[in-house]
């Protein structure tokens, strides 16, 4: 299993990122995806989760800003990330789930796949 996040890189506060997590080596319509993120000096917190059905979740954080959303036919995953602020700052890992329980719980610990990050950073 591999999971390849990619499109971090510097924006500015209300600006725009769209995050993409290429996955391989599994049957990718078969589970759901999601991301994580840890800002420096925190822990590493759940951010959102769309299941193989297209069921969602959000942190509350991001609710109204983030959008996620997957190509079954690509294996690719998205994040589409607007009006951005400096607290988005982190780094943003994308996550294979069963069903988003595990991210819906926030338990890190129990995610088994997880791609390398790509750094977010809002600034001006």
């Known amino acids: 299993v591999q999971l390849q996040a990619s499109g971090g890189g510097l924006v500015q506060p209300g600006g725009s990122l769209r995050l993409s997590c290429a996955a391989s080596?599994?049957?990718?319509?078969?589970?759901?995806i999601g991301w994580f993120r840890q800002a420096p000096g925190k822990k590493r917190t759940a951010v959102s989760c769309?299941?193989?059905?297209?069921?969602?979740i959000y942190a509350d954080s991001v609710k109204g800003r983030f959008t996620i959303s997957r190509d079954n036919n690509k294996n690719t995953a998205y994040l589409q990330m607007n009006s951005l602020k400096p607290e988005d700052t982190a780094v943003y890992y994308c996550?294979?789930?069963?069903?988003?329980?595990?991210?819906?719980?926030?338990?890190?610990?129990?995610?088994?796949?997880w791609g390398k990050g790509t750094l977010v950073t809002v600034s001006s």
């Open positions: 080596g599994y049957t990718f319509d078969d589970y759901a």
């Open positions: 996550v294979r789930d069963s069903d988003c329980t595990t991210v819906a719980l926030d338990w890190r610990d129990g995610i088994e796949y």
């Open positions: 769309i299941s193989k059905g297209g069921s969602i």
